[in-house]
């Protein structure tokens, strides 16, 4: 097992990376400060891992919550029902919420934690790729809005983080690709040598190889751990993290929740921005073919979706998070292995982009 911190003062938190750690209930009760546990999952991930988790807090009062599945339900309404379950089983204010899932679970029991009684402790038990490399750490919690993904939420760091490799081998291979997506914007944004890494090593991860998964899970959370720990409320360098991501979260919202995969519009979004990037003369042709090639093998979608206009896309990154005053921002690459975040967009540069990184073109 490796064991990474998350340095934020007080506020400090392990993430615990191994096998098997589901059945180890010491990791989770030394970070349990009460006797009674809410675990919150959804009804995909339930029969696979709750009752094993629950038999772990076998000395707790346990009250689960069971969510439907799918970036579909990330809405207010759904979120507030973890609420009935705390006041109906009457949980008080040394309670301690455990989210049991993927990014969804986990963005939602969080913002549930930050809320509940004004703020009480959570767990991030992450079982996807995904959420294990990106969602479950570094405290964004939320819920999406018609008209905005991720648009209502807080900061609030967890406990600890528990990446337990095992719980893998139950993911699909669309969600394993997805969380490759997260994986490759690490090495795009701040780590060259773990970009040589995955071209050298895609293969294996999307076996499933548990040696290969463990170490890209430990390399990306030290990343944004490094990260996080730097600019914890996304002031300036956190930005970085967002490679690809304000592309993606347009065709999310274009498209439907849950339609496409998060991983797979930020891998699109990663293609958009590093074309930008080639536009700018940041990167070579060359590099761009590299960056492109890499989210092929991974099975990830490097293309927007036909029926975007540019149009579309414009209204729709101005909603995005990443608008400041007014002004787009968007994070490109520097160079390889280098981000950062500008709003000085040529726009002709940005149109060619649209144009060329559609699924029709």
Same mark, same amino acid.
């Given at each position: 097992?490796?064991?990474? /911190?998350?340095?934020?003062?007080?506020?400090?938190?392990?993430?615990?990376?191994?096998?098997?750690?589901?059945?180890?209930?010491?990791?989770?009760?030394?970070?349990?400060?009460? #006797?009674?546990?809410?675990?919150? =999952?959804?009804? #995909?991930?339930?029969?696979?891992?709750?009752?094993?988790?629950?038999?772990?807090?076998?000395?707790? $009062?346990?009250?689960?919550?069971?969510?439907?599945?799918?970036?579909?339900?990330?809405?207010?309404?759904?979120?507030?029902?973890?609420?009935?379950?705390?006041?109906?089983?009457?949980? *008080?204010?040394?309670?301690?919420?455990?989210?049991?899932?993927?990014?969804?679970?986990?963005?939602?029991?969080?913002?549930?934690?930050?809320?509940?009684? #004004?703020?009480?402790?959570?767990?991030?038990?992450?079982?996807?790729?995904?959420?294990?490399?990106?969602?479950?750490?570094?405290?964004? /919690?939320?819920?999406?809005?018609?008209?905005?993904?991720? @648009?209502?939420?807080?900061?609030?760091?967890? $406990?600890?983080?528990?990446?337990?490799?095992?719980?893998?081998?139950?993911?699909?291979?669309?969600?394993?690709?997805?969380?490759?997506?997260?994986?490759?914007?690490?090495?795009?944004?701040?780590?060259?040598?773990?970009?040589?890494?995955?071209?050298?090593?895609?293969?294996?991860?999307?076996?499933?190889?548990?040696?290969?998964?463990?170490?890209?899970?430990?390399?990306?959370?030290?990343?944004?751990?490094?990260?996080?720990?730097?600019?914890?409320?996304?002031?300036?360098?956190?930005?970085?993290?967002?490679?690809?991501?304000?592309?993606?979260?347009?065709?999310?919202?274009?498209?439907?929740?849950?339609?496409?995969?998060?991983?797979?519009?930020?891998?699109?979004?990663?293609?958009?921005?590093?074309?930008?990037?080639?536009?700018?003369?940041?990167?070579?042709?060359?590099?761009?073919?590299?960056?492109?090639?890499?989210?092929?093998?991974? *099975?990830?979608?490097?293309?927007?979706?036909?029926?975007?206009?540019?149009? $579309?896309? @414009?209204?729709?990154?101005?909603?995005?998070?990443?608008?400041?005053?007014?002004?787009?921002?968007?994070?490109?690459?520097?160079?390889?292995?280098?981000?950062? /975040? =500008?709003?000085?967009?040529?726009?002709?540069?940005?149109?060619? /982009?649209?144009?060329?990184?559609?699924?029709?073109?």
């Amino acid at each position: 097992m490796q064991v990474l /911190t998350v340095n934020l003062d007080d506020r400090s938190y392990p993430i615990y990376i191994g096998e098997a750690l589901l059945s180890q209930s010491e990791l989770l009760t030394k970070h349990i400060r009460g #006797r009674q546990v809410c675990v919150v =999952t959804n009804d #995909r991930v339930a029969p696979l891992y709750l009752d094993n988790l629950c038999a772990a807090l076998a000395t707790y $009062q346990v009250s689960q919550v069971i969510l439907p599945d799918g970036e579909s339900h990330k809405t207010l309404e759904v979120w507030a029902g973890i609420f009935d379950t705390l006041l109906e089983e009457r949980h *008080n204010r040394t309670t301690t919420l455990i989210a049991l899932g993927g990014g969804v679970v986990g963005d939602m029991t969080g913002f549930a934690a930050a809320c509940y009684q #004004r703020g009480v402790d959570f767990i991030q038990m992450p079982t996807t790729l995904l959420s294990m490399v990106d969602s479950s750490v570094g405290g964004k /919690t939320g819920v999406n809005h018609p008209l905005g993904k991720n @648009m209502i939420g807080a900061f609030y760091q967890p $406990q600890c983080v528990l990446a337990d490799i095992s719980l893998l081998s139950t993911l699909p291979a669309r969600e394993l690709s997805a969380g490759i997506a997260e994986i490759i914007k690490y090495g795009l944004i701040s780590d060259y040598d773990f970009f040589v890494w995955l071209e050298n090593n895609i293969d294996a991860l999307m076996r499933g190889d548990v040696s290969a998964l463990s170490y890209a899970v430990q390399r990306s959370c030290e990343n944004k751990a490094a990260v996080v720990a730097q600019d914890e409320r996304e002031g300036g360098l956190r930005a970085i993290l967002n490679l690809g991501h304000t592309f993606g979260h347009a065709i999310e919202t274009a498209q439907g929740y849950g339609n496409w995969l998060h991983g797979e519009a930020v891998a699109a979004g990663m293609a958009m921005a590093a074309d930008l990037s080639w536009r700018r003369g940041a990167i070579s042709a060359a590099e761009l073919t590299r960056i492109i090639d890499l989210l092929t093998r991974a *099975n990830l979608p490097t293309k927007a979706p036909a029926d975007m206009s540019p149009e $579309q896309f @414009m209204e729709l990154m101005g909603v995005d998070k990443k608008v400041l005053d007014g002004r787009l921002r968007l994070v490109l690459l520097e160079s390889m292995g280098k981000a950062i /975040t =500008t709003s000085d967009i040529d726009l002709a540069m940005l149109l060619q /982009t649209f144009d060329a990184c559609r699924a029709d073109s």
